[in-house]
Every structure is written in structure tokens, then in C-alpha cells.
């Protein structure tokens, strides 16, 4: 895990370290952009925590995506991009998951664009969103096998035709 | 026959189910809404995506950095030099070069070209929905005028490719700022008619007035952006918020609007058509000469004609003669031919197709980049870089780990977000204003489905 990130004096990154102390395992800035890395355990009460205090106010989710960091481990990478509209301000969450276990709290409590963008991001990656409503293929069919954008998915796999059914 | 107690008790309330699309002719094809519903008012919605997704992110993971544009020309294919765009300086952030200042200025006229195009595409096509076929055919002409420009600067109409990782193509074409300025004159003129048409058109404000309403709040918990944002009271725009390119140089105007209705995003869209003309005329008035692309040092290339004098006796004859290419090749008319720029340094962008094609220095440094694992190599590391498209914010996070391709290459599609709120926005409509208010969201599944 690289740990180039740049030393910054923000103030969000202060309340979310003051606030949860050892969960931020990493902060600062990233090409110009901030960025913390956050234990998966932890991720839902910073969310909260961001979008409902009045001095942070990150009522946006811009993004939510995954990466897959193969062969590293922890291999996958859930990518949360918050947005404050009022001091026009952006945070972006790194939350890093092991294989054996890549499962994450769901932020469709919060966000209701989060229904989709984890319903997305479960279709091409298979993280599971513990407590999503309805956790299901958004782009790919339903009986696809897989999940497409991992990086073991060879990219030229087939899948059995699927037709209607008579 | 007189109906008893029990008969009239017993009538049936059940919600019927209509199923839209996706062949269906206002859905593109490409999207499926279930709809319930009481009478003709809809209760509930479910909206299927996915019928157009071609692994974008997998493929572009798959080729070099620079073999992506052609993919990204196909996301929002409407204003496919926007994506072209936002690609090469998401690129470019992970190599921490800046390129030239004219190449800044090229870039940011051809993003509004484009983003007149994508909202003279949206509003024709809403208006043509609802009945107003004379404002589609006055706005396709208006759109004719931009990509003939288009197709003059690039060499293609739609799927472009123009923008290069470290600068663009080809400067423009003797000529082309005349054309240009000439065609904003006549968009103008045709977007001040279709104002007359519809802005006061009693039937089309009955149409999309009050329809597909979506309020402040849910706006922002959906994470919408662009004119469906600004059409509830927010000013958010990449270009002021967060400024890229030169941008910050400009005067202009983000407008808003407070209905949040279809009327209010066409409202929107007429006005930001009218500040992209302004744009683009002071980007035509302060445009500096100089080179259109940098080298992998940063270092701005030399845009003199020729470099290599002395060495190679051969391309001196080569100075304003033109290059013997197959005309059936892009962008090998005769203004490009004739236009030939050799540039010193080629670890970075790929080189003019006449430099290409004319000469072998060209053609081995056009080999070396897009030869696999040859290419051009990022440091590893994340970026993400945001442009402000037509639909909203066009958003890249890539991941690389230091080889030719790749490893991650995730795109934010402005006009899922909207989409993803269709099933709210749309009830208690009717069954015929699901037209409109999908039309006022200018879904492009190319986007969407990625």
C-alpha cells in the first residue's frame, strides 16, 4: 500500500480523526484531492457522521465504485466520492476489503442513489452491501455467471445464450 | 339494469401494469420502465438499464491508455469531444503534465461545440415527442452547422477521437475560426426562433410544466448534477466550481432555475447554450499561438513545421507540400496534409496521422505507443478529474499500476443519476408524461450503460 499521500490541514480530515481515531488509517491529499482510507467496520458512522454534522454537511454522493487491486491483499477497494455543496468541497473514501470477506455496510440509508451504485458495483465486483433492499444485477442479466470487471474475469469468457422460456 | 349494493361495493380497484419499452420508440430502445397503474395516473415505476452496456471500463482496462479515446468517443455519443476530454486529463493528472496553452483554448471551444450539440440534441428531440416536429428540424440544422465544424477540425462527425493524452490532433484548419464564428451567428439566430416557439407555446408548457417535478432535497441525496441541478436553484458547475482548463478566464454565467419540472431544464439548457456562444467567442478572441501538444517531460513541444532539418535532407522539401497519404485515411484532407508539424519529443502523444504515414520517424513513434506494453507508462497511483459535460459532471477515476494499461478506468455517466430517480420523478404523472420527463432528462445510453 502506497503511502504517498501529502500532509494537509483540513479541517474535515480533523473532525473525522479526532472523531473516530484509529478507524482513518491513512489521510491527505492525493493529486490536489482528499482522500482517507478508513477501516470497513467504520465506514457507515463516518458517512453519517460526514453528511449530518451542520459544520460538514456532505448531503452529495457523487460516486461509489470498486476497484480491484489484484494480486494485492486486501484486494478489493470500495471508492466513495462526497460531495459538500455549500463550501464546495470534496472527500473521497478508500475502504479496503479482504476477498474472503468483501462485505460492507450499505449507504442506501443515506444516499438513495447508493441503491444503484451498489447494485452496480455487487453486479461487476460481487461486494455484498450488508442491508441493501434489493441486491440484485443492475447492467448485466440475471443469470449472468460472474462478475464481470474483476480482474480474474478473463475478458474474453463466454457466457451460455439465454433466451426466453416457453 | 340496476345494479345491487353488493355489485357496487364490489368494484375493482386493482392497478394495472404497463410495460414501456425497450422497443418502444421514446425509450431509445435501450430502457425498460414498468409502470403501475390506477386508471391513467402512475403509481409506481421500476426502470430496467443495461441493454446497451458494453463493458466500457473492462475494455478500456484491456487496451493502452491512449487505444481508450476511441470508447470514450461512444459514452455520451452526442458530445463525444467532452468525454475525449475529460479522459485525456484524467490521463494527464496521473502524469502531472499541463498541457499548452493553445491546446487549453482548442479543448475548451471544441467542449462547447459540443455541449451546444448535446442540448440543441436534447431539446429537439423532447419537443419532438411532444408534437413540435418544426423545432427538431430547425435544431438539427443548427446541429448540421457544428458538425460540419467538427468534421472540418477532426475528421469525423461523431465518434471523433480528437483529443490526445498531452494535447490534441491537429490546430484548426485555415478557415475554421471564420466558419465558426459565422455558425454561432446563425445558432443564435435559429435558438432565438425556437424561444419563440416554445418558450410561450401554450402546449408545450402545459406539457412540461409541473412534469417529471423533482424537488431541492432529492436532487442533491441523488447526486445529480448538471442541468437537472441547476434547474432547482443550485448554481453547482465543474467549470466554476472546480475549474479546469482556462476556464477561470471566461466570463460567463451559470443559469438556474427553481421549478425543477421539465420546463425548468429546458429553461436551463436554452441559457446555457446562449453562454457557451459567449464562451466560445472569447476563447476565439484570446486564443494564443503556440504548440498543441507537450512532451512526457511536460515540456511544451516546438510547433515549428519542421525540426529535424539537417539530418534528414528528405523532409525539408517536405516544408507546406503535401504529404502523398490514401485521402481515404481520417484527417488526411488537404488543409491536414499540408499542415504537417513534426515534433521532437514522441513519448507521449501520438503523432499527426500525415506525420504518421509521410515519414518514418512518425511512423515508429506511433508504433512505439500503441505497440502492447510499449505505450505510454503512468507512475502508479489514483486520479480521479472531473469535466463539466452536458448532462452534468463526467467524472474518471483511474487506478494504474505503473504498466501500459490501465488497471482500473472507472466513469461517473452524468445521466445515470437521474435516471436512477426516474421511478420517483414519475408518479403521479400520467401515462403520456413519462415522454416529457424523460426526454427533459437527455438520457444517453451510451453513458448510462457504460
Known amino acids: 500500500m502506497s503511502s504517498t499521500f501529502e500532509p494537509v490541514d483540513n479541517n474535515t480530515l480533523k473532525a473525522i480523526k479526532k472523531k473516530f481515531g484509529d478507524a482513518v488509517l491513512e489521510a491527505g491529499l492525493d493529486k490536489g484531492d482528499l482522500v482517507a482510507i478508513v477501516s470497513p467496520g467504520k465506514i457507515h458512522d463516518i458517512i453519517v457522521f460526514l453528511r449530518d454534522s451542520p459544520e460538514l454537511d456532505f448531503k452529495m454522493l457523487i460516486d461509489l465504485f470498486v476497484v480491484d487491486y489484484m494480486p494485492r491483499k486486501p484486494r478489493f477497494e470500495v471508492v466513495y466520492h462526497l460531495h459538500c455543496l455549500p463550501r464546495n468541497e470534496r472527500i473521497r473514501l478508500r475502504v479496503q476489503l479482504d476477498e474472503k470477506k468483501c462485505e460492507v455496510d450499505t449507504i442506501t440509508d443515506l444516499y438513495s442513489v447508493a441503491n444503484w451504485l451498489e447494485r452496480e458495483a455487487w453486479d461487476m465486483f460481487g461486494v455484498v452491501f450488508k442491508g441493501h433492499p434489493n441486491l440484485k444485477r443492475l ?22 445464450l439465454i433466451g426466453p422460456k416457453n | 339494469m340496476e345494479k345491487t349494493e353488493s355489485q357496487k361495493s364490489s368494484k375493482r380497484t386493482e392497478s394495472a401494469f404497463l410495460n414501456f419499452g425497450p422497443s418502444h420508440p421514446s425509450m431509445h430502445g435501450v430502457i425498460r420502465i414498468i409502470t403501475e397503474l390506477e386508471g391513467e395516473r402512475i403509481v409506481g415505476a421500476e426502470v430496467e438499464i443495461g441493454y446497451l452496456h458494453r463493458c466500457f471500463e473492462k475494455a478500456c482496462e484491456n487496451v493502452g491508455w491512449t487505444q481508450a479515446f476511441p470508447y470514450t468517443d461512444r459514452l455520451n455519443y452526442v458530445s463525444s469531444l467532452l468525454n475525449n476530454v475529460g ?17 487549453q483554448y482548442l479543448r475548451v471551444i471544441v467542449s462547447e461545440i459540443s455541449r451546444i450539440v448535446d442540448h440543441l440534441t436534447c431539446i429537439a428531440a423532447a419537443a419532438m415527442e411532444l408534437g413540435a416536429l418544426t423545432v427538431f428540424l430547425y435544431f438539427m440544422k443548427a446541429r448540421e452547422f457544428l458538425y460540419d465544424l467538427i468534421e472540418m477540425l477532426t475528421g469525423a462527425r461523431i465518434t471523433v477521437s480528437y483529443v490526445r493524452i498531452g494535447g490534441v490532433k491537429a490546430d484548426f484548419p485555415p478557415g475554421f475560426e471564420e466558419k465558426l464564428r459565422r455558425a454561432l451567428k446563425e445558432i443564435e439566430k435559429i435558438i432565438v426562433e425556437v424561444d419563440k416557439l416554445l418558450t410561450r407555446n401554450r402546449i408545450f408548457i402545459d406539457r412540461t410544466k409541473g412534469i417529471g417535478v423533482l424537488d431541492q432535497q432529492r436532487t442533491i441525496a441523488y447526486g445529480i448534477t448538471g442541468p437537472l441541478l441547476r434547474a432547482v436553484g443550485v448554481p453547482y458547475d465543474v467549470r466554476k466550481d472546480k475549474p479546469y482548463l482556462v476556464y477561470d478566464r471566461f466570463d460567463f454565467e451559470i443559469p438556474i432555475a427553481d421549478g425543477g419540472d421539465s420546463y425548468s431544464r429546458y429553461l ?17 478572441e484570446n486564443i494564443p499561438p503556440g504548440a498543441i501538444a507537450v512532451d512526457l517531460s511536460g515540456r511544451e513541444m516546438t510547433g515549428a513545421d ?7 535532407g528528405k523532409v525539408r522539401d ?32 501520438l503523432p499527426s496521422r500525415e506525420e504518421c504515414y509521410g515519414n518514418i520517424e512518425g511512423l515508429i513513434a506511433n508504433f512505439m505507443l500503441v505497440m502492447d506494453n510499449w505505450g505510454i507508462k503512468p507512475p502508479k497511483g489514483e486520479a480521479y478529474h472531473a469535466v463539466e459535460a452536458a448532462n452534468g459532471e463526467l467524472g474518471f477515476y483511474v487506478v494504474s499500476d505503473g504498466t501500459g494499461k490501465p488497471m482500473r478506468a472507472r466513469c461517473r ?7 436512477a ?20 432528462i437527455n438520457m444517453i445510453a451510451g453513458e448510462l450503460d457504460r
Open chain 2, 268 to 284: 436551463v439548457r436554452m441559457e446555457e447554450m446562449r453562454q457557451s456562444v459567449k464562451i466560445i467567442e472569447q476563447a476565439l
Open chain 2, 306 to 312: 519542421m525540426v529535424e532539418t539537417g539530418k534528414q
Open chain 2, 87 to 103: 479522459w485525456a486529463m484524467t490521463a494527464e493528472k496521473l502524469f502531472g503534465v499541463t498541457v499548452p496553452e493553445r491546446c
Open chain 2, 318 to 349: 517536405y516544408v507546406g507540400a503535401k504529404a502523398k497519404v490514401d485521402l481515404t485515411l481520417d484527417g488526411t484532407d488537404s488543409h491536414g496534409a499540408s499542415n504537417v508539424r513534426l515534433v521532437e519529443h514522441r513519448e507521449m502523444t
Open chain 2, 413 to 419: 455517466g452524468p445521466c445515470f443519476f437521474p435516471m
Open chain 2, 421 to 440: 430517480t426516474l421511478h420517483e420523478m414519475l408518479i403521479g404523472d400520467m401515462v403520456a408524461d413519462i415522454i416529457p420527463a424523460f426526454g427533459s
Open chain 1, 139 to 160: 447492467l448485466m442479466y440475471e443469470p449472468f455467471e460472474g462478475h464481470p470487471l474483476r480482474r480474474d474475469y478473463p475478458i474474453n469468457k463466454r457466457q451460455p
